[in-house]
Each structure stands twice: as C-alpha cells, then as structure tokens.
C-alpha cells in the first residue's frame, strides 16, 4: 500500500516562501512520476508541479520561475519549494504518486492527505 504524507503547509505573507514536503513509502523511482497538485474553494484540483521517475520535470504556467519540485531519493521524499507567493496560491496542496502495475497494464494515482497553504495579502 502506497502512502503519501504531506508537510510543511502554513500561513504566509505574499512575496514569502514555503517549502513543501512528501515522504513516500518505498523507493520513490520506483513511481512512474510524483507531483504536487492543488484545489482552491469552489475551483479543480489542479497540477502544480511534476517530477518524472528519470528526474524531468514540468510546471504549471502560473507557477513557472516562482516554484521548484525536488526530490531526495535517499529519503524517499519530494520537495515543493514555493517562492514568491501569492494570494492566489491560497489552496489545499495534495502529494500525488502514478505507479504503473505491469501484471495489470494500469496505472494508479495515489493522493496525501493535503496541507493547507494560506497567502495572506
């Protein structure tokens, strides 16, 4: 069984930093990928940030030169660092892993609990 524990979540002045963690169990290459996704009140949940089992990595737009997804294979953990925040960052942010079962061709997502990051203007 996968399980995915978030940390790290708070309350911050715009313009501030938070650094956003995920401890994973098993070794974590061994996921397909693992990302940070989000969900504002009354909005979708929405992608963030991605970090591939070879180490690429992909951004939402709004998010690009302000965040940076991390990991620590060693620690079987993925970072989120967050930069320059903003209002509009204010949401519940969800550890998201894919593993891919080979004996039955599917892929499966895996979600954290959540934190709750606040920007406060």
């Known amino acids: 069984q996968v399980q995915l524990v978030e940390s790290g979540g708070g309350l911050v002045q715009a313009g501030g930093s938070l650094r956003l963690s995920c401890a994973a169990s098993g070794s974590i290459v061994s996921y397909v990928g693992m990302g940070w996704y989000r969900q504002a009140p009354g909005k979708q949940r929405e992608l963030v940030a991605r970090?591939?089992?070879?180490?690429?990595?992909n951004y939402a737009d709004s998010v690009k030169g302000r965040f940076t997804i991390s990991r620590d294979i060693a620690k079987n953990t993925v970072y989120l660092q967050m930069s320059s925040l903003k209002p509009d960052d204010t949401a519940v942010y969800y550890c998201?892993?894919?593993?891919?079962?080979?004996?039955?061709?599917?892929?499966?997502?895996?979600w954290g609990q959540g934190t709750q990051v606040t920007v406060s203007s």
């Open positions: 998201n892993a894919e593993r891919y079962y080979s004996s039955s061709f599917r892929h499966i997502n895996y």
């Open positions: 970090i591939g089992s070879g180490g690429s990595t």
